[in-house]
């Protein structure tokens, strides 16, 4: 959400440039650390600050600049992450190995450095507001009035910064307040819940069953190339004009595929087994990691990107920090994998769910809406005389029509 707010209140550009400064900052005085809390602060704080701060608005900036093939443009973007992670691992480890650790850290300090160059290669454009229906601005407008009601600023606050700060936190955060955005929020929390203990525990697993060190490690690296190949060739598909349509509805079966291979995990133990499932859970993670921007900018808007998505990624990163000791305390009470790769497939399904029943009650809310419509465009009545013509829509009672009949009449007859 930081990086959102400089962003929208300052720019893309802007932000960009002061994460890789923070960042590369950060690494730099990791490399002369003496204990572990000042690694605490310098690479843990300092340069994790850094990259969040990065990440938003580099997302935000792609759904800008592209509308036809925008999952496409998300997936080659994102696949940078999983194409640089699978790189600089070895390189890291070379560094270690030619450098120490201290060396390896001032190195990648003045590698991240090139995240200035590239903040500095953002060029902002002008984004038009989404064209909105009346349904919508008038459902927008009531938000407007209950928010007035219900504001809780003092009056001090009123008095000189009522006016700057609650309009531009009302105009950059007002899909807090969209019942789309709050079911997909709490989707999230439940997908991120079920995606993270698997990245940690899989190589454990693995070796629990009888699988070699080597083997084990070949896992992983199956599933992060096969990320990749999800980022980008999920992304080609989903623009593709007979799924453009139903990029949600991807999204969900990703999420909910996802969920079923963690079910099926505790079954498979041996390395014959897990390559499918390597294979399997990489290529639909790519997969819906490269629609959620979409999936937030459908929500939320265009103009709101770069908020919405710095607030979806904040609510990713909760369960992400928590779920993988709630997974390990799991396995350390069990005595096995079981409950823990369970409870992360049942998230994942449920977060799938969730969405797949709140799209399905707006579309039967709309059937419903529908007949309610036609029935008030058929009282809508017009009489006509001459070139006045007389338009009453909405409802009259009996007396209100007769009187407005006779009225009629008589300025015929006259």
Known sequence: PLGSFIS??????????????????????????????????????????????????????????????KALAYGIAMSGSGIGTFILAPVVQLLIEQFSWRGALLILGGFVLNLCVCGALMRPIAVHKDHRTPEQEYVLEAQKQDLKQLSICSPLIKAWSHKCLCRCSWQEY????????????????????????????????????????????FLMSILGVVDIIGNIT???????????????????????????????????????????FSFTFGYFDGAYVTLIPVVTADVVGTASLSSGLGVVYFLHAVPYLVSPPIAGWLVDTTGSYTASFLLCGFSMIFSSALLCLARLAKKLKRTHLRPLTRATDAKQQIWTNGAIAYSVAGELDQKDVEFLVTEVKTYSNR
């Open 8 to 69: 929208n209140h300052v720019s893309c550009q802007v932000g960009i440039m002061l994460g890789g400064l923070l960042a590369s900052a950060g690494l730099i005085l990791s490399s002369f650390a003496t204990s572990l809390e000042h690694l605490y602060l310098s690479l843990g704080v300092l340069t994790g600050l850094g990259f969040a701060l990065c990440y938003s608005p580099a997302i935000a900036m792609v759904g800008k600049y592209f509308n036809k093939r």
């Open 174 to 217: 007002n899909f807090l307040l969209m019942p789309d955005f709050l079911v997909l929020a709490v989707s999230v929390l439940f997908m991120a819940y079920g995606c993270s203990p698997l990245f940690v525990y899989l190589v454990p697993y693995a070796l629990s069953v009888g699988v070699s060190h080597q083997q084990a490690a």
């Open 234 to 276: 999920f992304g080609w598909l989903t623009d593709r004009r007979c799924l453009k349509k139903y990029r949600h509805i991807c999204y969900l079966f990703a999420v909910g595929m996802d969920g079923l291979c963690c079910l099926f995990l505790p079954v498979l133990q041996s390395f014959p087994l897990l390559v499918p």
